[in-house]
């Protein structure tokens, strides 16, 4: 069945535990590994007329964790697809969001626009590139339907931010910072594939409280939003597939 399967949706995120309620609910059935270089797994079931195909990066291998981060987001992109071919990719995942652009924690996100706040390269050409800025799919219904916000996820390789990174999210008026979606945006436009992302906030960058702190104890309540919003956004009449 593998082998043959193709997607109309893939679903990516980071952490299982960011998933699982999405896999019960949806009755999701695992595959199991697609790719043979990596430890990333993938569930799938129809919703409607919808196959979809959801993946996960996986757990390391040496360091026993979810492989979160850009690296394993772009490679496990590229894996799912070539195996699934899906016609749209959607970003599921937590994120930080911002006191200074009136952010609580709880929100949802289906941000325009993705960018990197890390890559800093201060060459002509290469400053942008290394920004990475990316539109995404215009959503504005499912968004309204969902009721999220949009705006500006950023990305990057750090759960903590340095004051060059806050430098670049103030500049790039971020209302999301993650540390996977303008890495799998940037796949998927290499491929041609549409892509959203969608992000609830677990934590506020520019609160005094550790975002470590707030990410434990605020994961739970935001899967339980992601996983509502999944189920909303697999059975909506604005998407393009
Ligand atoms: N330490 C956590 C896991 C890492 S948190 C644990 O033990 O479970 C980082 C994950 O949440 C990443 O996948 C990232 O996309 C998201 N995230 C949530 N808040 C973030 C923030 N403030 N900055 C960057 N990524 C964040």
């Not at 993938?42 to 409607?48: H, I, P, R, W």
């Not at 026993?64 to 590229?78: F, L, N, S, W, Y």
């Not at 890390?118 to 800025?133: K, T």
């Not at 303008?182 to 550790?210: H, M, S």
Request: net charge negative.
């Amino acid at each position: 069945m593998l082998g043959s399967l193709k997607a109309d949706i893939l679903l990516q995120a980071a952490m299982r535990t960011e998933t699982q309620l999405i896999i019960d609910r949806e009755a999701l059935q695992p595959i199991g590994a697609f790719d043979a270089n990596s430890p990333a797994e993938a569930f799938t079931g129809k919703v409607g007329p919808r196959q979809v195909v959801l993946v996960t990066h996986g757990r390391d291998p040496t360091h026993q964790c979810d492989r979160i981060g850009t690296i394993p987001a772009a490679t496990t992109c590229a894996a799912a697809l070539a195996r699934f071919s899906p016609k749209l990719i959607v970003n599921i995942g937590t994120c930080g969001g911002f006191l200074a652009r009136g952010g609580s924690i709880g929100d949802l996100h289906l941000p325009e626009r993705v960018a990197f706040h890390d890559q800093r390269v201060p060459i002509p050409g290469f400053r942008e590139f290394a920004r990475g800025e990316l539109n995404t799919l215009p959503v504005d219904a499912l968004r309204a339907e969902l009721g999220a916000l949009g705006g500006t996820c950023s990305s990057g390789g750090s759960l903590d931010a340095t004051p060059e990174d806050r430098a670049i999210l103030e500049t790039l008026e971020a209302r999301c910072k993650d540390m996977e979606a303008a890495a799998i945006a940037f796949v998927a436009r290499d491929w041609r594939v549409p892509f959203i992302a969608v992000k609830c906030v677990t934590d506020l960058v520019d609160d005094p409280e550790a975002v470590q702190d707030a990410f434990l104890r605020n994961l739970r309540s935001a899967t339980m939003r992601l996983a509502t919003a999944a189920s909303a956004l697999l059975r909506s009449d604005y998407l393009p597939v």
